[in-house]
């Protein structure tokens, strides 16, 4: 069993910053891609950010310049560093990661963390 728990959400000032964890835990053999994604009320959800087992990164447009990537493979955790927030950033923000076990391979989600930017 696969689990990702999700870390380090809250209520910030715009201009201010947050920083996202997601460690996966359970039977776990390797680990591919690792994203963010965001849904905000009345939105679907969206892709904030990506990072590949080999550290290349994607970003919406949207957060480009504002919030870094970066993953730690030895503790299996994806993190997101958000900068310069702003009131749209506010969201809730979901981690995902695909991910192999012994028997077969598929994408997990974790179950959420809140972020809330005020102007």
């Known amino acids: 069993q696969v689990q990702l728990v999700e870390s380090g959400g809250g209520l910030v000032q715009a201009g201010g910053s947050l920083r996202l964890s997601c460690a996966a835990s359970?039977?776990?053999?390797?680990?591919?891609?690792m994203g963010w994604y965001r849904q905000a009320p009345g939105k679907q959800r969206e892709l904030v950010a990506a990072?590949?087992?080999?550290?290349?990164?994607n970003y919406a447009d949207s957060v480009k310049g504002r919030f870094t990537i970066s993953r730690d493979n030895a503790k299996n955790t994806v993190y997101l560093q958000m900068n310069s927030l702003k009131p749209e950033d506010t969201a809730v923000y979901y981690c995902?990661?695909?991910?192999?076990?012994?028997?077969?391979?598929?994408?997990?989600w974790g179950k959420g963390t809140l972020v809330t930017v005020s102007s």
């Open positions: 359970g039977s776990i053999f390797s680990i591919n891609a």
């Open positions: 990072i590949t087992s080999g550290g290349s990164t």
């Open positions: 995902n990661a695909a991910i192999a076990t012994m028997k077969y391979g598929m994408d997990y």
